[in-house]
């Protein structure tokens, strides 16, 4: 697997995506996010918002990880984590009923990829130190640096 701080260096980090819904703000998202270019940004967007009608991606504490239900890229190179900080808090049917502030989209080339990488970002998710890197909206070095520093730790 990629390391997560790699996949947020290719997938990049934004600021203020617009939106009053999930939809809304998934597809200010899918415009702004860098997707490979033989990916079509209106199939992925209506991958991401199906899997979204099955059950909302809102893990809570401000946090929602969208993600289509089947992996959408095919080189496990250009799969991607992608941190957006909306402008302001959407109603993502959280279990938690918190509003979410940051999307962290996932993009993968398989289930098995995609299950490890679901599986560092909620544990990151879990840490109040990540939260609070997201709650300030931190940089992507700061949060780059931030999931280094731990995934060391893990080797």
């Given amino acids: 697997m990629n390391a997560l701080m790699d996949l947020i260096n290719r997938g990049g980090v934004f600021y203020n995506l ?3 819904t999930p939809a809304e703000a998934l597809a ?3 415009a702004t996010i860098p997707v490979p270019k033989n990916l079509d940004r209106e199939s992925l967007l209506k991958a991401i918002i199906e899997r979204e009608d099955l059950m909302p991606t809102a893990v809570g504490e401000g946090i929602a990880m969208p993600h289509p239900r089947n992996p959408i890229i095919a080189d496990p190179d250009k799969q991607f984590v992608s941190v957006c900080f909306l402008q302001k808090p959407v109603d993502w049917q959280a279990l938690d009923g918190k509003l979410v502030t940051t999307m962290i989209i996932i993009l993968s080339a398989t289930p098995k990829l995609h299950l490890a990488t679901l ?3 909620s544990y990151f998710c879990k840490q109040a ?3 609070a890197l ?3 909206r931190a940089s992507r070095e700061e949060l780059v640096a931030a999931i ?3 995934e060391k730790a893990w080797n």
């Fill in 18 to 20: 617009a939106g009053n």
């Fill in 28 to 30: 200010d998202a899918i």
């Fill in 119 to 121: 599986s560092h970002l």
């Fill in 129 to 131: 130190s990540f939260r």
């Fill in 134 to 136: 997201l709650e300030q």
């Fill in 148 to 150: 280094a520093a731990t």
